[in-house]
T-cell receptor
Framework: AQSVTQLGSHVSVSEGALVLLRCNYS??????LFWYVQYPNQGLQLLLK??????LVKGINGFEAEFKKSETSFHLTKPSAHMSDAAEYFC???????????FGKGTLLTVNP | GAVVSQHPSRVICKSGTSVKIECRSL??????MFWYRQFPKQSLMLMAT?????????EQGVEKDKFLINHASLTLSTLTVTSAHPEDSSFYIC?????????FGSGTRLTVV
C-alpha cells in the first residue's frame, strides 16, 4: 500500500523567503501525486497534481513541485512566501481499492512578517 | 473547475439526535465519493468510500450503524450521524472523485452538546 511522509510538521519562513515543503512517497511509483492546501475551518483546495509527462508541475498561487523518481520525492516549493500562504499543506497519493487517497500528516506553514 | 458543495458548514445538535450532511458535485458526475473526519491539528482520516448505487465501504473501526452513508445519485452523497454524542463532534469533509481529480467540499463542523 502507498504511504506518504511529510518531513516537518511545522515550517516557519519570513515573508519573501523560499518555501520548501517536503513529501516522500513509498517505493512503488504512484500513478499520481497531489498537493492540497487547507485554510482554517475549510476543506482542501488542490494546489497541483502530477500525472504523467513533465516532472516539474506548476500549480496555483505560484507553487510548483518536482517529481523525482530516484528520490521518491515530490517536494513543494514557492520562490517567495506571502502572508496569505500561511496554511496547512497536505501531500497525497491515490492507491488501494476505490482509489482512495492516502495523506501525509500535513505541514503547517507559518509566514512571519 | 470542479466544484463540490457541502452543507451545512456548521451544525450544533443535542446528544441523541441525528444529523445529516450533504455533499454534492455541482458540475461533474462522481461515481465515487469519500467521507473524512479531521481532528484538530491532524490529517484527514478516511471514514468510508461510497459508490453510486451500492453500499458504502467503511474503514476499519468506523461504526456503520452510527455513520450512515447514502450515495443515491451520481451527484449526491449524504452522511448521517445517528444518535450523536459529544465524542462525535468533529470536522467532517467529503470528496468527490472525477477522472484523476479529487475535489473536496468545504467541510462541516459538527458540535454535539
Amino acid at each position: 500500500a502507498q504511504s506518504v511522509t511529510q518531513l516537518g510538521s511545522h515550517v516557519s519562513v519570513s515573508e519573501g523567503a523560499l518555501v520548501l515543503l517536503r513529501c516522500n512517497y513509498s517505493s512503488s511509483v504512484p500513478p499520481y501525486l497531489f498537493w492540497y492546501v487547507q485554510y482554517p475551518n475549510q476543506g482542501l483546495q488542490l494546489l497541483l497534481k502530477y500525472t504523467t509527462g513533465a516532472t516539474l508541475v506548476k500549480g496555483i498561487n505560484g507553487f510548483e513541485a518536482e517529481f523525482k523518481k530516484s528520490e521518491t520525492s515530490f517536494h513543494l516549493t514557492k520562490p517567495s512566501a506571502h502572508m496569505s500562504d500561511a496554511a496547512e499543506y497536505f501531500c497525497a497519493v491515490p492507491g488501494g481499492s476505490n482509489y482512495k487517497l492516502t495523506f501525509g500528516k500535513g505541514t503547517l506553514l507559518t509566514v512571519n512578517p | 473547475g470542479a466544484v463540490v458543495s457541502q452543507h451545512p458548514s456548521r451544525v450544533i445538535c443535542k446528544s441523541g439526535t441525528s444529523v445529516k450532511i450533504e455533499c454534492r458535485s455541482l458540475d461533474f458526475q462522481a461515481t465515487t465519493m469519500f467521507w473524512y473526519r479531521q481532528f484538530p491539528k491532524q490529517s484527514l482520516m478516511l471514514m468510508a468510500t461510497s459508490n453510486e448505487g451500492s453500499k458504502a465501504t467503511y474503514e476499519q473501526g468506523v461504526e456503520k450503524d452510527k455513520f450512515l452513508i447514502n450515495h443515491a445519485s451520481l451527484t449526491l452523497s449524504t452522511l448521517t450521524v445517528t444518535s450523536a454524542h459529544p465524542e462525535d463532534s468533529s470536522f467532517y469533509i467529503c470528496s468527490a472523485m472525477g477522472g484523476v481529480s479529487y475535489t473536496f467540499g468545504s467541510g462541516t463542523r459538527l458540535t454535539v452538546v
